[in-house]
């Protein structure tokens, strides 16, 4: 079965930085396309970052210039270096794969996600 563990949250200042975690088991991030999403209260959830198989990489705008995503494939694990952090921020961060097989629905995996609080 497919796992996503997000590990790395916690409380921080503003203008302080984190270092998220996303430990895949049941599947290859290498091949699969690899995101992190995030939901404050009453908040729709928003693409935060993404990164591809082939390594290419997005971010909200809102996020541009300040995170980092990125993928270790000997340990089958994507990171996401938030610096400069802001009270907005504030949210919980979910680990996603969108998985695509040939000749079968696509996958769409999600973790149990990781509280990041920013204070002002």
């Known amino acids: 079965q497919v796992q996503l563990v997000e590990s790395g949250g916690g409380l921080v200042q503003a203008g302080g930085s984190l270092r998220l975690s996303c430990a895949g088991s049941?599947?290859?991030?290498?091949?699969?396309?690899v995101n992190w999403y995030r939901q404050a209260p009453g908040k729709q959830r928003e693409l935060v970052a993404g990164i591809t198989s082939g390594g290419s990489t997005t971010y909200a705008d809102s996020v541009k210039g300040r995170f980092t995503i990125s993928r270790d494939n000997a340990k089958n694990t994507v990171h996401l270096q938030m610096n400069t952090l802001k009270p907005e921020d504030t949210a919980v961060y979910y680990c996603?794969?969108?998985?695509?097989?040939?000749?079968?629905?696509?996958?769409?995996?999600w973790g149990q996600g990781t509280q990041v609080t920013v204070s002002s």
């Open positions: 049941g599947i290859i991030f290498s091949i699969n396309a």
């Open positions: 996603n794969v969108k998985q695509q097989r040939w000749l079968m629905p696509p996958g769409d995996y």
